[in-house]
């Protein structure tokens, strides 16, 4: 079995791995690993990470052992979650998530897999591996809308057009919001138009504040989505409401920092909010992909070979603005 690690900033290496699968696991034949930018921040080099690390926390493949209970046939199509959950003895028990694969332990890039069962879910029939490998993003998505009460008809500002966003804006329409999708990228904000978000602004070009007025009618944004990548928050919180609530959301990594203007915060009241485990929303994920409640339409930038993973990474890291997804296909 075959794997890809980052040995150390900047270095990928391919070796391979002894997997044993133990009962209550299941072992997974991969079929499609979706690269992101998470994905390449780690290999650039993250503060405070643990190398060497297997990249990659999206997934797809087909059931290769399992236990007789388990509920799953050999063969059967699948979609792995990345959320490894336990419970909190100090407590009462409660759920919280005790890591992600390929951010805080070894991740999916690799052509087989052991994971715990309940990190394993069947795909229905209509959804391919390429749409599968969104899952994740979808859940962690709609874990936003679960966390805070907004009202049909509500403007929400999101900031980057970033896969992760793009999935959110078309989310946002699902739950009768209004999404203005904001970022400097004017190939992102089209991509993301052709999905259905209607409401497009390239910061750089347009004036952000004017625009966000004339399209609000002058009620703005009562709520706002930041995932920390390269759009400063400033944009953000410049242009928040006042009393309006932001939700930092996304993938943690050592990256994920940026300033915030605390007068601006306590000034305008601003409540601010964390969102980062989507996986008690796995199976809406997959239903809302099954009926085609989301289109992932050329949210794929690149598909590759197995073999052609480092190239892609060491081409990824000069052009990063580049590439959204990339999937990696196994020859099965």
Known sequence: MKAWRIKEAGVLEQYETRLRRSSGQIKVRLSAVALSETDLMFYKGVKGAQYPIIPAHSAAGFISEADEDSGFKLGARVVVSPFLNGRNPKNNGAPYCEGVFGIDRDG???DFIV????NVYALPEGVTADEAVFVDYIALGNEVFESFDFKKGDYILIAGASTFSIIVAQLAIYYQMVPILVDDRSDKLSL???LGVYYTI???KEDLPKRLNEITGGRLCDFAIFEPRDIPFSIVLENAKEGSTILVAGYYNGNTSF?????SILKKEITIRGVANGANQISSAINLLANKVIVTDGLITKKLDFEDVEKAFKEWSEEPRTYGKMVVKFNL
């Open 259 to 263: 300033e915030a203007d605390m007068v």
């Open 192 to 194: 993301a138009e052709d």
């Open 108 to 110: 999916f890039l690799s």
């Open 115 to 118: 994971v715990p069962e309940d």
């Open 202 to 204: 390239n910061y750089e």
